[in-house]
């Protein structure tokens, strides 16, 4: 497993919350931590774990993977299909679901002209495929 890239991580999770236009208490109630703790993270001075990336993930309304990769705990896919991912997954007007329907889309396009050979495409969110839709919240 790679090195946590704590400032890099910190920086992305304040841009992604003024994007969301919250405040850091808006986002530490959200996620269920405490302010000090999300200042702390922001400011890259501490790790958080799978778990709080998982649950900062969901009150952002982004793909946990994205948290993972900018921590360094997920290796980031295709430089190519990255910056795309990225923005679909980034995108604070659509909702996870529409997210990932787009994701599975451009997966399959990809996968159709012979781009994409990656297996665990399908799951560029929290798990769900097209066979087993997520309920939308």
Do not use: C, W
């Not at 993977?65 to 997954?89: C, M, N």
């Amino acid at each position: 497993m790679a090195s946590l890239n704590v400032g890099n991580l910190g920086e992305y999770l304040r841009e992604q919350r003024r994007t969301a236009q919250l405040s850091l208490r808006q986002l530490a109630d959200a996620a269920g931590v405490s302010n000090p703790y999300l200042s702390q993270i922001e400011r890259g001075l501490r790790k958080p774990s799978a778990d709080i990336l998982q649950q900062l993930a969901k009150a952002l309304r982004i793909s946990a993977e994205t948290l993972y990769v900018q921590a360094g705990i997920l290796d980031e896919r295709a430089p190519e299909a990255a910056g795309t991912r990225s923005v679909i997954l980034a995108d604070p007007s659509l909702s996870e679901r529409q997210k990932q329907v787009l994701l599975q889309i451009y997966e399959s396009f990809r996968k159709e002209n012979g781009l994409d050979t990656d297996t665990d495409t399908h799951g560029a969110g929290d798990g769900g495929d097209a066979d087993h839709p997520q309920a939308s919240n």
